[in-house]
């Protein structure tokens, strides 16, 4: 498999704060951290992750095609690299088969785990509010 050329792809410069993408935007690239840091986050802004140079994020969409579940934010200021649908889509097609089942199985567990820390979050938010109240 040919290796993607990254200075074929625009860079996307974000500045710390910034939002990358929202809950329920449409998947329809990925993200390569080439500089910075960025924070993913649930729904109701409950940080699930911290991801720094050389990571990858919003493959789970495009693998689930389902809209996006999470907030990506830049955490300091960022340099990321864009990786359109149809290279990602290229990508994959290239790949064993039997890798892409095991990727489609890990993007399904991560929204389901996603998904279940986004209630615990809700359930305790709930609960401290009683005590407070």
Not at 40 to 60: A, P, R, T, W, Y
Request: with cysteine; charged share 25%; net charge positive.
């Amino acid at each position: 498999m040919k290796p993607i050329n990254l200075k074929n792809f625009a860079k996307m410069a974000v500045k710390a704060g910034g939002v990358i993408y929202s809950v329920n935007d449409a998947s329809d690239s990925v993200y390569l951290v080439h500089s910075g840091s960025v924070q993913i986050e649930s729904k109701q802004g409950m940080i699930l992750g911290v991801l720094n140079e050389g990571e990858l994020f919003g493959e789970v969409g495009l693998i689930t095609s389902e809209p996006r579940t999470v907030t990506v934010r830049a955490k300091t200021n960022a340099m990321l690299i864009k990786l359109d649908e149809p290279v990602f889509r290229a990508k994959m097609a290239q790949a064993d088969p039997i890798c892409n089942a095991i990727i489609r199985g890990l993007a399904l567990r991560i929204s389901d785990a996603n998904a279940l820390a986004e209630k615990y979050w809700r359930e305790l938010n709930i609960y401290k509010s009683i005590d407070n109240g």
